[in-house]
C-alpha cells in the first residue's frame, strides 16, 4: 500500500486551487491564494515546488518559460486518510459524535438534509447486504 501524502494547510490550499481550476501556472496560483491569504509569489511557488516533489502536483505543459501544473493525486486520495485521521484523533474514532457535532453546527437546509437522508439510506441498504 503506498504512503499517505502528508500536506500542510498551505498546501492543501494550493491543491484545492489546483483540484477546482486544472492546470495553472505558479503566476495564476498565486494570483488566486492572495486573495485569502497574504503571501508572497516565491512562497506560493516554493509550495508548489515542494507538492511536486511529493508528487502531489506535476508539470503539464510549457508556453514559453512559464510552466504549468497540474494536481497529479485526487482529493479523494488525501481526503479519505485525512477524515479517517480526524475522526480518529478528534472523535475517538466514533462518527456518531462527529455527526453530532456537525449537525449541531450547521444550519442545514431541508435539500441538504434530504440528501443525507438518502445517503444514510443508502449506506443502511448496504449494511443489510452485507449481511
Given at each position: 500500500?503506498?504512503?499517505?501524502?502528508?500536506?500542510?494547510?498551505?498546501?492543501?490550499?494550493?491543491?484545492?486551487?489546483?483540484?477546482?481550476?486544472g492546470q495553472l501556472s505558479a503566476s495564476q496560483v498565486h494570483?488566486?491564494?492572495?486573495?485569502?491569504?497574504?503571501?508572497?509569489y516565491?512562497?506560493?511557488?516554493?509550495?508548489?515546488?515542494?507538492?511536486?516533489?511529493?508528487?502531489?502536483?506535476?508539470?503539464?505543459?510549457?508556453?514559453?518559460?512559464?510552466?504549468y501544473y497540474a494536481a497529479a493525486i485526487k482529493r479523494e486520495s488525501l481526503s479519505t486518510p485525512m477524515l479517517k485521521g480526524f475522526l480518529k484523533r478528534m472523535f475517538a474514532g466514533n462518527p456518531h459524535?462527529?455527526?453530532?457535532?456537525?449537525?449541531?453546527n450547521e444550519k442545514l437546509?431541508?435539500?441538504?438534509?434530504?440528501?443525507?437522508?438518502?445517503m444514510l439510506a443508502e449506506h443502511k441498504t448496504r449494511n443489510k447486504n452485507k449481511d
Open positions: 500500500m503506498q504512503n499517505t501524502i502528508k500536506l500542510s494547510e498551505f498546501e492543501l490550499d494550493v491543491m484545492n486551487i489546483l483540484w477546482q481550476k494570483d488566486k491564494i492572495k486573495l485569502e491569504k497574504d503571501v508572497s516565491s512562497t506560493v511557488k516554493t509550495i508548489i515546488d515542494r507538492l511536486e516533489q511529493k508528487k502531489a502536483v506535476s508539470r503539464e505543459s510549457m508556453q514559453g518559460r512559464t510552466i459524535k462527529m455527526v453530532a457535532q456537525l449537525l449541531d437546509n431541508n435539500e441538504e438534509i434530504e440528501q443525507l437522508e438518502t
